[in-house]
């Protein structure tokens, strides 16, 4: 099991002339520090309009700083809003490649298509449209980058035939990934062999039929890059400290307070009533775990969190593993409620004591995009 | 020694007039129901100004306006018409009932009294054409009209009616106390949906007096319109908190 760290970059108010500034920049530090302990990824998300909750609307900027401080973690778009309306296939074709040079190689391309009423509303983008947008884009963008020119007619965009420069530096392309909050998304992550780049924050009971049905429908994909990314990928909250209590403490307003900002979104179910949104999506479904409030004003511990001490964070994350989830990725601290010296700690204790108890051998993966080969 | 009265508190009807109460006790079956709803984003400051301390608004900012037609209730036919504030209440979605506007008598009383709804008698209407659907509100003068065009049916599960948060009131006789009774009540119905349809949304406001300002929530971008045809009812309160 690889371990990465994932940030909205939220912004809590009241906000000052500071505010976000020092989110970014706390934020480029835990990733240096990522990147020393030996996380694999780091993820940034792609948001509009969502106050406090993320300010991370240029994910591409924040990634490419994190780029140049760091040496091997990988960068991830998780995710780039490849819908038309948002960013124009090509563009997000030429910024993906260009972050991938830039990184050496890094990058893992994290696609989706929004959730919110908030951000479709502002962009003007159809919520029954959206799916159709994605699959359209997702299948044009890989030919962008492994064909010398490309032409395209469709539904949503089109283009006389172009050379889409630059080409990125892993090859034959980085690999794809879809944010999925749906069993419906997983499956159709697997129908198109790209990553199941898990965003609702559930518990591993929840996550495990959606693991088996992605890897049961992978199998016969039909990819639509060059080969099939076969991993699935898990969040939750992390938060490791020397004792239960003391994780608990602070782990929980973590969490607590991220979905306290969630719940203020315009889910599209909640005011547009479309089939392209039937489930809540995102993160709302973490609500009633975390209604409950426990002592110390922070919210509760639901089953597979990364919260406690290392020993608990370990028995906690054996359970994805036990799934055949091949990721876990992290949220770290939401509206700076954690300090960030206790959140740099808490990756300390997770590195030295957590990763360890997990075998992270790259040839222990199922399948990944080095090894993979076209159709497969 | 003189006669005393004979009626106790366990004898008194659930409301005044004793003899013969405007309204049965809650809860009240409201089948044969139509409801037009539209949803609207709407200005911050307003929407806060009128929005209870306990809750909190969404981002950006909404509003509903709900126009329902109930053929059958134990009093009678009636329609309504209410104004809701989108809010949060703490992690859940729900919708502050800020104004209504009903066309009977007994309802509006019923609705004030049991269930906290700000309603003032006027008129309201709602007209179910095969493409649109018209509602209009009107109190000396007209106060809203909302409208569905281009009607196309949906499944009934896609239709989302947040439960409705109401302000209940007894206000004061006692000096320097303004209410007696002020407290939040959550009203969430069943909604059994036999039919429902989706189209564009308009929604205008007349200019009104301060009495019924309906144009105190601007429509600033029509998020959706919804048609439903259901059978319904008006609650027991599901929660009760303190103002």
Known sequence: ?376 | MPDQGRLTEDQVTHTIPTLSPLYPPPPWKLPGARMLRIVFETDKEPLLANLPAKLTRSSPPYAVVSIESYSDSPVGPFAMATQLIGCRAGFFIRAFALQTVVNSVPAMAALREVWGIPAKQGKVGLSVKKTKVRGSVSRDGELAAVELIGREPIAPDLCRIDPTLALRLAPSLQQDTRHDLIQLVQLDPEYNISQSYRGRGSVSFSSSSEADAWDILPSRNVISAVYCELDTELPLARFVMPY
């Open chain 1, 1 to 376: 099991m690889k371990f990465g760290i994932f940030h909205e970059l939220s912004v809590g108010k009241p906000w000052t002339a500071e505010s976000e500034s020092t989110v970014y920049f706390n934020a480029l530090e835990q990733v240096e520090l990522a990147d020393e302990l030996g996380f694999d990824q780091t993820w940034a998300v792609e948001h509009h309009f969502l106050e406090e909750y993320s300010h991370c609307s240029a994910p591409e900027v924040f990634l490419a700083a994190a780029a140049v401080r760091t040496k091997r973690i990988h960068l991830g778009h998780g995710v780039m809003m490849v819908l038309p309306p948002f960013n124009h296939p090509i563009r997000c074709a030429e910024r993906a490649a260009a972050l991938d040079i830039i990184s050496g190689g890094r990058l893992e391309f994290g696609t989706g298509r929004s959730a919110t009423w908030t951000e479709l509303g502002g962009y003007r983008c159809e919520p029954d449209e959206t799916k159709n947008m994605w699959d359209e884009a997702v299948r044009a963008i890989p030919k962008m980058w492994t064909q010398d020119t490309y032409a395209h007619k469709g539904k949503y965009f089109s283009m006389p035939e172009r050379p889409v420069l630059p080409k990125p530096y892993q090859k034959p392309h980085p690999p794809i990934w879809v944010a999925v909050s749906s069993p419906e998304t997983a499956i159709q992550a697997a129908e198109r062999g790209i990553g199941c780049l898990g965003v609702s924050i559930g518990t591993p009971g929840e996550y495990e039929k959606r693991v088996q049905d992605y890897r049961r429908v992978v199998k016969g994909c039909e990819p639509v890059g060059e080969f099939v990314n076969e991993q699935v990928n898990g969040v939750t909250f992390l938060y490791v400290d020397e004792t239960d209590e003391e994780a608990g403490t602070w782990g929980t307003k973590l969490a607590y307070q991220f979905a306290y900002l969630a719940a203020h979104l315009i889910g599209i179910s909640s005011v547009y009533p479309s089939t392209a949104y039937k489930t809540p999506g995102l993160l709302f479904g973490l609500r009633a775990g975390t209604e409950e409030r426990a002592p110390g004003g922070g919210g509760v511990i639901r089953e597979g969190m990364g919260i406690g001490s290392p020993q608990t964070v370990i028995k906690n994350l054996k359970m994805w593993e036990e799934i055949g989830v091949d990721r876990m990725v992290f949220i770290i601290n939401t509206a700076e409620v954690v300090p960030q010296k206790k959140v740099l700690n808490s990756l300390r204790l997770f590195a030295e004591h957590v990763m360890p108890a997990f075998d992270r051998d790259p040839q222990a993966e199922r399948a990944t995009a080095a090894s993979s080969t076209a159709g497969a």
